[in-house]
């Protein structure tokens, strides 16, 4: 049985933990140490504690909290004038759809460019997997993907535009 002296006790180590957690000293990007990765390129992993995980304003784990480890992958670049490089990734995240508790892996890769010091553009595919899940729900689907990246200084506009994967639609 827990006892509310036990509970006060793992909050007050959970609030002391987060609160350590946040004032450490951060990392910065233009430190020199980096994961190296194969082929020249480079790691980076990252795991988020959120308090809801949604996506275009719709919740996917039920107003719950989500635990989402990530790793990314990025190659040297392959052309230094304009930049040119390539991506991949993985993404997890625990989600309660309306046929219940699971969890989603998002598999990524693609082409990314940066023509000016301003401009970048993104070339990419993403597919979009609940395992567990019933095939015939429908859940798991691809997008193709572009996105447009332009800063102006004071301000800056982006664009990207979604096409689902026609090609394993109704397939899984």
């Not at 809801?52 to 719709?58: K, L, N, R, T």
């Not at 759809?97 to 082409?111: K, Y």
Request: hydrophobic share 40%.
């Amino acid at each position: 049985m827990v006892t509310s002296s036990n509970c006060n006790g793992s909050i007050g180590a959970a609030l002391f933990s987060l609160a350590a957690a946040c004032l450490a000293p951060a990392a910065h990007a233009d430190e020199k140490d980096v994961w190296h990765a194969p082929f020249g390129g480079t790691f980076n992993a990252n795991f988020t504690v959120t308090s809801d995980y949604s996506y275009a304003g719709i919740s996917n784990n039920a107003l719950q909290p989500a635990f989402q480890p990530a790793l990314d992958y990025r190659s040297p670049d392959l052309l230094s004038d304009p930049k040119l490089w390539i991506y991949l990734g993985v993404f997890g995240s625990n989600v309660t759809l309306p046929a219940g508790p699971g969890g989603e892996v998002d598999v990524l890769g693609g082409v990314k460019m940066r023509p000016t010091k301003d401009l970048k553009l993104d070339f990419g595919y993403v597919r979009v997997t609940y395992p567990g899940f019933p095939v015939e729900l429908g859940y798991d689907y691809g997008d193709f993907n572009i996105a447009v990246d332009y800063d102006f200084g004071p301000f800056a506009v982006n664009g990207r535009v979604l096409h689902p994967d026609i090609w394993t639609q109704g397939r899984g």
